[in-house]
């Protein structure tokens, strides 16, 4: 149990722990001896290389198959479509006409080119052209009788130019067609050019310069090869197999170069004469289209001279003087609307002047007025607030001499009151005065203090009531004083008060005439907008008259320019009957001689086509000889490439398995098989470079 934990948790050496640090070189080493990272530097190279080749090949072989199937199908529907069309054209005049008795025409329709691979389709073809040929050729006699005997020759000679002409197209297609596959080819050559390229980068790769470098320490370094693990013996031997290779490849690529420049050279001869024809085609094409637009400033610049017999263009003529003397008519009515308009928008101006003059002058009477009433009104109302202070003031003096009335009459009667107390006492005083002899010393000196301490109470009772009397006079002086200053205020604010009161009413009559200018005023205004909206229904009445007559105008110009149009459309149909038969014959000559052109650039392109031919039957003995020569090199070289491509490809621990899995430690790839075993077993130490590596480290890959 020990050593299963002690072999579990031995930790790497110093070294492993310095490699796991260091990643694999991108870069090759320049000197000293091959090492394990120049190999694996190598190894990615080659596969890289490799995989770059099968990638441009599966690129070329989809790009060429997906060309073919498009071409393919798009020409089954083209020819689906047109056996259709001509059943339908067989069937529609199979019992129409009588085709028992008719000759067949054989220039109508091209006779097909009998080709060895395609028989079956050539008869399907010769049969429809025969079938289509019986239903023409009585459609055309009948045509050709009915038509006048000048036109014969004219129409034969078209016909003879149409088969030509279709004659020419097909001719022309096929060199399109052939010119197009010699495009295919030109392109396939440069890829095979970027391919040799490609090889002769591989020959001059820093690697197999390095590799060729080392050869020669291969032999003193045999031991070290025994010791190292099984991976990097096997990618040496790639390598060396590689290198063995790669020199015998140099005179076939250079050959196979040689060759493709030539073709090339012939392709390019070919195509520049396809330019050629293509430019002749151009420059017919412009002269043509200089024709078109002479012939468009012709017609759009027609004289009268050439229009004067015309009865279309009479008629058009007289349609056009009655337009323009109805245009006039309507442009005298309309400026006499336009007058009277005039007129009553200045007699409209003229009544607003008047009315609002009136509304001026009316109201600056009576804001005269106003003031007058106002001044008069002021001047009763400072009138009656005086003669009201005066009424107050003299109240106030009446009512004082009532109060000294009353006073002199209390005290009048005070005194009267007073005097007979003082002669009752008196009386009885006497009375007493003769009983006082009868009484003795003692009661009379009683009676002396209760008669003095009365006189003290009397005394001090009228001080009091003396005082009471007092404070009650000048209370009422007092009050007396504070009624008169209230008086006075009082009066003061009457006055402001009737003075706020005479602005109130002031205000209120401003604001009742304000009002009832208001009222005369909205008043005039809605007569004024009466009168406006009256004026208004005149103007969009005459507006609309004058909109119809400016429509019927542009109507009428409308027609003139229709019949202007259509004069000129009658000119160019003239003209165009007339220059239909100088254009026949043109185009007569003009087809003649695109045919001779053409028959020679046919006879130029077959002469290319051999010179083609025989260059490639040429090249092909070529190749013959040099494969009988070079069989068995060529079935060597491209073993060792197979094996070695293989040694690459396979797990270098049982040679087996496709490389699948990557130890992410080191970098070194191996099956997942394999893997998995060392895994199973805890080996888990890489059997290229002995490091140690763990199930998470595991990266599967696909080559």
């Not at 000048?150 to 016909?159: G, M, Q, T």
């Not at 001869?269 to 420059?283: M, P, R």
Request: one cysteine or more.
């Amino acid at each position: 149990m020990a050593a299963i934990e002690d072999r579990k948790r031995s930790l790497p050496d110093a070294d492993t722990h310095e490699t796991k640090k260091q990643k694999p070189l991108n870069v090759l080493s320049e000197d000293g001896p091959l090492t394990q990272q120049d190999v694996v530097y190598f190894q990615k190279e080659a596969i890289w290389r490799q995989m770059e080749i099968y990638k441009q090949k599966a690129k070329l072989m989809a790009r060429d198959l997906q060309k073919y199937k498009r071409q393919y199908e798009a020409n089954e529907l083209k020819l689906n479509i047109l056996d259709l069309w001509y059943e339908q054209i067989i069937t529609l005049f199979n019992g129409k006409i009588d085709t028992e008795n008719s000759e067949l025409n054989e220039s109508l329709l091209i006779r097909v080119t009998n080709n060895d691979e395609s028989s079956s389709i050539d008869d399907v073809l010769e049969r429809r052209r025969v079938h289509l040929l019986k239903v023409l050729s009585p459609i055309i006699d009948s045509l050709k009788s009915s038509a006048l005997e000048e036109s014969r020759e004219l129409i034969n000679k078209l016909e003879k130019l149409n088969s030509e002409l279709t004659s020419a197209k097909a001719s022309n297609e096929s060199l399109t067609k052939t010119k197009l596959g010699l495009e295919e080819k030109v392109e396939t050559l440069q890829q095979d050019i970027l391919n040799l390229i490609k090889e002769k980068e591989r020959v001059n790769s820093k690697t197999l310069q390095r590799l060729d470098g080392n050869s020669n320490n291969d032999a003193n370094g045999t031991d070290e090869k025994e010791d190292a693990p099984n991976g990097q013996t096997e990618v040496k031997q790639e390598v060396k197999l590689e290198k063995d290779a790669s020199p015998d490849a140099k005179p076939v690529d250079n050959e196979e170069y040689e060759q493709l420049t030539s073709q090339l050279e012939e392709l390019k001869s070919t195509n520049a004469l396809l330019t050629s024809q293509i430019q002749e085609i151009t420059d017919k094409n412009s002269k043509s289209q200089l024709e078109i637009l002479l012939l468009d400033t012709k017609l759009h610049n027609l004289q009268e001279a050439d229009l004067s017999d015309n009865m279309y263009y009479k008629n058009v003529v007289k349609n056009n003087r009655s337009l323009q003397d109805q245009i006039m008519k309507l442009t005298k009515i309309n400026d006499a609307n336009i007058t009277r308009l005039s007129d009553l928008e200045s007699k409209q101006n003229d009544l607003k002047q008047l009315i609002s003059k009136q509304l001026v002058e009316e109201n600056e009477s009576l804001k005269e007025q106003l003031h007058k009433s106002e001044g008069d009104l002021v001047r009763i109302r400072t009138t009656r607030d005086e003669l009201i202070s005066k009424q107050s003031i003299l109240k106030s003096q009446l009512e004082n001499q009532k109060t000294n009335a009353e006073l002199s009459k209390l005290n009048q009667v005070l005194s009267s009151r007073i005097e007979q107390l003082e002669a009752e006492h008196l009386s009885k005083l006497t009375e007493d005065n003769s009983k006082l002899s009868e009484l003795s010393k003692e009661d009379l000196i009683n009676r002396v203090n209760i008669l003095s301490n009365e006189m003290k109470e009397i005394e001090a009772a009228f001080k009091e009531t003396r005082e009471v009397s007092l404070k009650k006079l000048t209370g009422a002086i007092d009050q007396e004083n504070l009624v008169k200053k209230l008086t006075i205020e009082k009066t003061k604010a009457d006055q402001k008060y009737f003075a706020s009161m005479r602005l109130k009413d002031s205000i209120q009559s401003e604001n009742k005439v304000l009002k009832a200018q208001v009222n005369k005023s909205q008043d005039l205004i809605k007569n004024l907008n009466e009168l406006e909206k009256n004026y208004l229904n005149k103007v969009d009445i005459l507006t609309k008259s004058i909109n119809d007559y400016k429509t019927i105008k542009e109507n009428s110009l409308q027609e003139n320019a229709q019949l202007q149009d259509s004069v000129k459309g009658l000119r160019t149909s003239k003209e165009s009957l007339e220059n239909e038969v100088k254009k026949l014959t043109k185009s007569l000559e003009a087809r003649t001689d695109e045919n001779s052109q053409l028959q020679a650039e046919v006879a130029h392109s077959k002469i290319t086509i051999n010179k083609l031919e025989k260059t490639l039957k040429s090249t092909e003995s070529l190749l013959k000889k040099y494969k009988q020569n070079n069989t068995s090199l060529i079935l060597q070289e491209d073993e060792q490439q197979l094996e070695a491509l293989r040694s690459i490809a396979k797990c270098s621990v049982c040679s087996k398995n496709w490389k699948d899995t990557v130890i992410s430690v080191c970098g070194h790839v191996f099956c997942h098989k394999c893997t998995q075993e060392r895994l199973a077993a805890r080996l888990r130490r890489c059997p290229s470079c002995n490091k140690g590596f763990s199930a998470n480290d595991l990266l599967t890959i696909h080559l």
